[in-house]
C-alpha cells in the first residue's frame, strides 16, 4: 500500500489513476508521495517516507526542489498539459493590451442611471478607448517551450508577425511553429523587433526581474506585454513607471503586484492561466500517473531535479539516487555481480551535480541493497 499526501484539491479525474493499493488522504503523516497544485511547501516538514512529490502544473516555484534532491526526493511537474488554457487565456490578452475592453467595461458601468441618454454618452465617449488591431503586427514570443509554441500558432493564425526567442532552442520546434517564424539569439532583438512581447519561460536567478527600466529603453514605444508566465519576471515598479509614461502602451499580466494594481492601462487578473475544469484534469492526470510510476517501478519521466529512466523489463527493481560521480555506476553493477545476480536491464543518467539508476533483475537481495546504501555517494535505494 502505498500512503499519498494532497495539498489541495486535487481533480478525480486524476486520482483515479491510482488504484486500490493507494490511501489518498489531505491529512497523511507520512506519505510515499504529495501531488501538490499552489500550495506553499518551503516550510514544510518531508517524513523520511517520502520519495516523490509530484506538482499539478508546471512551475515549481513552491516546492523546495533542491532541498528535495538532498533528501533524494524526486520532484515531478506536469508540462503541457495546462499549455491550451494559458494560451487561450494569452490570446485574450492580446485583445485586452490593443482594445481597452476592460477600460471600457469599468467605464460603461458609470451610465447607469442615464436613461435616454446613455447611447449619446456612449458615442462622444467611446473615442477615448480606441486601440490598433493586431493584424499584422510582431509578437516578440520569449521561450517556446509548450505554451509559447502553441501561443505562435494562435497569433499566427490572426495575422500576426512571430519573432520567437529561446535559450535552448532544438529544431525540434520548428515543426510545432509557424512557417515563416523568424528565429533570433539574444531578448535585445525580440526587444527591437516587437510591437508586442508575450513572455513564457520559468522565474530563476537569470530571469528574475528581466524585464526592468534597462530592457524597456531597448523595447519600442508604445510596446504592449503579456505576463502569463511568473510574477517575477518583471519589476513591478519599473513597469508602473514605464507605463505611466507611454513606454509601454499596455501591460497585461495573470500576476498582480502592488505596483501595477490600479495603474492605467495596465490589466491584472488573479492567475487565471490554468483555471479551467480541462487544465486542472490534464495536470491531474498527468502528476498521479508520474508518481505511479516512480512509487511502483522506479520509472521517472518529468522530473525537474532528476533524469528521466524508464526500464520496460519485468521482474524486481532497484532504484539508486546518487551523486554524479563517475564510479557510482559500476559501484551499482559490482555490487549485482558480487552478490551473482544477473541483471535484466539497467538504465542510468546524470542531471547536473546528481544522478539515477535503475536496474531490473528477477530476483534482487538485500545484500545488493545493503552494498549499495553503503557507497557514501548514494543519497537513497529504493527496492521495488
Not at 199 to 206: E, S, V
Not at 214 to 226: E, N, P, S
Not at 236 to 247: F, I, L, T
Not at 352 to 363: C, E, I, P, Q
Request: charged share 25%.
Amino acid at each position: 500500500m502505498y500512503d499519498i499526501l494532497t495539498l489541495n484539491k486535487i481533480s478525480q479525474i486524476g486520482l483515479k489513476e491510482l488504484d486500490d493499493k493507494y490511501v489518498i488522504s489531505d491529512s497523511c503523516e507520512n506519505p510515499d508521495g504529495i501531488i501538490v497544485r499552489s500550495a506553499a511547501m518551503h516550510d514544510f516538514a518531508f517524513s523520511d517516507k517520502t520519495v516523490a512529490v509530484a506538482r499539478a502544473g508546471a512551475g515549481v516555484n513552491n516546492i523546495p526542489v533542491e532541498d528535495c534532491t538532498k533528501k533524494g526526493i524526486v520532484v515531478f511537474n506536469t508540462p503541457g498539459a495546462n499549455a491550451n488554457a494559458v494560451k487561450e487565456l494569452v490570446v485574450a490578452g492580446l485583445m485586452l493590451t490593443s482594445r481597452r475592453v476592460a477600460a471600457a467595461y469599468d467605464w460603461c458601468k458609470t451610465l447607469k442611471g442615464e436613461g435616454e441618454n446613455v447611447g449619446k454618452l456612449v458615442e462622444k465617449g467611446k473615442s477615448q478607448f480606441a486601440g490598433p488591431e493586431i493584424l499584422g503586427k510582431t509578437l516578440g514570443v520569449v521561450g517556446l517551450g509548450a505554451i509559447g509554441r502553441l501561443v505562435a500558432v494562435a497569433a499566427s493564425n490572426l495575422g500576426m508577425k512571430i519573432v520567437g526567442y529561446d535559450p535552448y532552442f532544438n529544431e525540434a520546434f520548428k515543426s510545432e511553429l509557424p512557417a515563416d517564424t523568424e528565429y533570433v539569439d539574444s531578448l535585445d532583438a525580440i526587444y527591437e523587433k516587437a510591437d508586442y512581447i508575450t513572455l513564457h519561460l520559468p522565474c530563476t536567478k537569470d530571469t528574475k526581474g528581466m524585464i526592468n527600466a534597462d530592457t524597456f529603453a531597448k523595447m519600442k514605444d508604445g510596446v504592449r506585454i503579456l505576463n502569463f508566465a511568473r510574477g517575477e519576471l518583471v519589476v513591478g515598479s519599473d513597469m508602473a513607471e514605464a507605463v505611466k509614461a507611454g513606454k509601454v502602451a499596455a501591460y497585461v499580466t495573470d500576476f498582480p503586484s502592488d505596483e501595477v494594481i490600479g495603474v492605467e492601462n495596465v490589466t491584472a487578473l488573479p492567475h487565471l492561466g490554468a483555471s479551467t475544469p480541462e487544465s486542472e484534469e490534464n495536470c491531474a492526470y498527468m502528476a498521479a500517473v508520474e508518481i505511479r510510476e516512480y512509487l511502483e517501478k522506479g520509472n521517472i519521466k518529468n522530473s525537474v531535479n532528476f533524469p528521466n529512466v524508464e526500464l520496460s523489463a519485468e521482474g524486481e527493481r532497484v532504484g539508486v539516487i546518487h551523486h554524479n560521480a563517475l564510479n557510482v555506476m559500476n559501484d551499482v553493477l559490482g555490487a549485482f555481480m558480487s552478490n551473482g545476480v544477473e541483471t535484466k536491464e539497467f538504465g542510468s543518467k546524470a542531471k547536473g551535480d546528481f544522478a539515477y539508476t535503475l536496474v531490473v533483475a528477477d530476483k534482487i537481495p538485500d545484500a545488493v541493497v545493503k552494498a549499495l546504501e553503503a557507497n557514501e555517494d548514494v543519497i537513497k535505494v529504493r527496492k521495488i
